[in-house]
């Protein structure tokens, strides 16, 4: 069984800066694609960023131009440097590992964003 290990987020004003990061229990490279989904209040569970084992990125439009995703394979972990925070990014914000036929995901870390 795989674990991720999700850390960072908090709190911030509009216009601020935070990072998450996101450690599994398995080498990284062991995983296809890696990322970030969240889910706000109300809402259902939407991309963030992902990462594939190969370097490809992929962003949520909402997102794209205020978030980077990252790998550190030297400390098997990956990133979510976010910028410019909106309102709108409160969520819980999950990491998320797959192989072929397998997933799994953290168990949430809380952003909330005040304007």
């Known amino acids: 069984q795989v674990q991720l290990v999700e850390s960072g987020g908090g709190s911030a004003q509009a216009g601020e800066s935070l990072s998450l990061s996101c450690e599994p229990s398995?080498?990284?490279?062991?995983?296809?694609?890696m990322g970030w989904y969240r889910q706000a209040p109300g809402k259902q569970r939407e991309l963030v960023a992902t990462i594939s084992n190969q370097g490809h990125l992929n962003y949520g439009d909402s997102v794209k131009g205020r978030f980077t995703i990252s790998r550190d394979t030297a400390k098997n972990k990956i990133d979510l440097r976010m910028t410019d925070l909106k309102p709108e990014d409160t969520a819980i914000y999950y990491c998320?590992?797959?192989?072929?036929?397998?997933?799994?995901w953290g168990r949430g870390t809380q952003v909330t964003v005040s304007s």
């Open positions: 398995r080498g990284i490279n062991a995983f296809t694609t």
């Open positions: 998320y590992a797959n192989v072929p036929f397998d997933s799994w």
